[in-house]
């Protein structure tokens, strides 16, 4: 049996960057907090199998390689979907599709990468850092800097990155803003006390 190559080692924890990557492109796209939290949860689901995978020495590690892989695809269909429909309500459908793209292609060649290094060994150490690295610097740096550029053409109100307890919609102060601060159902409406009667006016006809 075969012991796995220490490098696998060094380079899988670089896929544990991509989580800022999903959580600014789901701000920017205006979807719920829980959508971003379950796309956040479904790209640690793909980098560990693919880690798992790495350090398994038998053909298993193609199981948790296909494991991997549909999360992967779960995430861009949950960008291509749910955050372009949240994209077209906010009117940055361009930028959007621009970012999510640019994104969802970049790490589609990340699973080529991983079958002919991590995986099957095809290719040599210096290649597997190189092909590996390539990709890294148009995933990580030049998705950050394109976010920069298209973030200066949106405007701020429009794209909901409000924190408050009742999620992503502007608070009250805000009333020139897209949502207005939710009521909750439950609380009971204050009921307006009676006015008091208005005083009599004493005239001269009835004092006489």
């Given amino acids: 049996m075969s012991t796995p190559n220490p490098k696998i080692i060094l380079t899988q924890p670089r896929f544990v960057g991509w989580t800022p990557l999903v959580l600014a492109i789901g701000l920017i796209s205006g979807v719920s907090w829980a959508n971003i939290i379950f796309n956040i949860a479904l790209t640690w689901i793909w980098v560990s199998s693919w880690l798992s995978g790495a350090l398994v020495a ?9 494991f991997g892989t549909f999360a992967y695809f779960l995430l861009a ?8 429909t949240t994209a077209k309500r906010l009117n940055i459908t361009k930028s959007y599709l621009i970012l999510a793209g640019y994104l969802v292609f970049f790490w589609f060649l990340y699973p080529i990468a991983w ?13 597997g850092f190189i092909y590996i ?3 890294d610097l148009f995933t990580v740096p030049f998705f950050a800097f394109a976010v920069l550029f298209l973030i200066t053409k949106l405007e701020y109100r429009s794209l909901n990155l409000y924190f408050t307890q009742y999620g992503r919609v502007a608070p009250a102060e805000y009333p020139e803003g897209p949502a207005v601060e939710k009521v909750d159902p439950t609380a009971t409406p204050a009921v307006a006390e009676p006015a008091a009667p208005a005083p009599a006016v004493t005239t001269p006809e009835n004092t006489v």
């Fill in 77 to 84: 269909a949950s960008l291509l979907t749910s955050g372009l």
């Fill in 115 to 127: 079958g002919v290094d991590d995986g099957g060994n095809v290719i040599s150490v210096t290649s």
């Fill in 58 to 66: 038998t053909t298993y590690k193609w199981g948790f390689f296909v």
């Fill in 133 to 135: 690295g390539i990709l």
